[in-house]
């Protein structure tokens, strides 16, 4: 129901059903060129019947109308399947990650406030070159001078309240199970 309204609202796709299959008919009649359709957070549907017909939703849909997922999860969708018809592109945890020369490219560029290489280095190796955690370290030491910044690259460790803090409500409460990795997909 939620994304029939969605494609509705964003598409003029008369969705007047709740059913998949409505959907999917009424997507038929659909006359745009192309559409990318974000959904985020799939993990939280994961084992419902909302899956099942967003996997219908995915294999049925028509193909001008992309689909990027984003999940902590890989989806119960036949992924396999996808990925062997090229109609996949994933994006894991690592590609996106920050490398170091990023980290330094993302200080000088965006936040005008430049790290040294080895600083940059040590920085990414103490977030994981993970966005919160470079952007948590931006907002602590902003207007800073460099060498303010180095120390507190030297010191950073898990010995921050507001890091902590972030990190097991934000990260650590949704990380998969051991064992288990997670992927951003996109639909082609």
Do not use: C
């Not at 007047?16 to 959907?23: C, K, P, V």
């Not at 994981?128 to 602590?140: E, N, P, V």
Request: proline share 4%.
């Amino acid at each position: 129901a939620h994304l029939g309204r969605a494609l509705r609202d964003a598409l003029g796709v008369p969705a007047s059903t709740t059913s998949m299959a409505g959907l999917l008919e009424a997507l038929e009649a659909w006359t745009g060129s192309s559409a990318i359709l974000v959904l985020d957070d799939l993990h939280e549907i994961a084992g419902s019947a909302a899956e099942r017909s967003l996997e219908q939703f995915v294999e049925l849909r028509p193909h001008a109308l992309r689909v990027l997922a984003g999940s902590r999860r890989q989806p119960e969708m036949n992924i396999p399947r996808l990925r062997v018809s090229g109609l996949l592109q994933e994006f894991s945890n690592d590609d996106l990650r920050f490398r170091s020369w990023e980290v330094e490219e993302l200080f000088i560029s965006v936040f005008r406030e430049p790290l040294s290489p080895e600083s940059a280095a040590a920085l990414t190796r103490r977030t994981g070159g993970w966005a919160a955690g470079l952007q948590l370290f931006h907002l602590a030491t902003s207007g800073r001078t460099v060498a303010d910044r180095q120390r507190a690259v030297d010191d950073l460790g898990g010995r921050s309240k507001l890091v902590r803090s972030y990190l097991a409500r934000n990260v650590l409460a949704e990380l998969p199970e051991p064992g288990e990795s997670w992927r951003s997909v996109t639909l082609t």
